[in-house]
Nanobody
Framework: QVQLVESGGGLVQTGGSLRLSCAASGSIFSINAMGWYRQSPGKQRQLVAMITSGGSTNYADSVKGRFTITRDNAKNTVHLQMNSLRPEDTAVYYC????????????????WGQGTQVTVSS
């Protein structure tokens, strides 16, 4: 069984910073892409940032220059450093990963964590 466990959410003032972390555990052989999505009330879940196993990154236009995604392949973790936070960044942030299971070799795509709340006050 695989788990993605997020941490680091919370309440911060406009202009502040937060660092989200997501740790993958369980019977994982390898992890391909890892990413962060967010969803605010009444809106669809949207990609914030993603990073491949080779380190290539992709960001939503709204966070470019403010957010940085990194990963530690040895620890199966991904981080999202969020700076210059704005009220419109308020959302539940979800970790997402594509990985290969250890014993079966099955590829699992789009596996979600439980989410962590980020609230930016004005």
């Amino acid at each position: 069984q695989v788990q993605l466990v997020e941490s680091g959410g919370g309440l911060v003032q406009t202009g502040g910073s937060l660092r989200l972390s997501c740790a993958a555990s369980g019977s994982i052989f390898s992890i391909n892409a890892m990413g962060w999505y967010r969803q605010s009330p009444g809106k669809q879940r949207q990609l914030v940032a993603m990073i491949t196993s080779g380190g290539s990154t992709n960001y939503a236009d709204s966070v470019k220059g403010r957010f940085t995604i990194t990963r530690d392949n040895a620890k199966n973790t991904v981080h999202l450093q969020m700076n210059s936070l704005r009220p419109e960044d308020t959302a539940v942030y979800y970790c997402n990963a594509d990985f290969v299971l250890l014993h079966s070799g099955k590829v699992v795509a789009g596996y979600w964590g439980q989410g962590t709340q980020v609230t930016v006050s004005s």
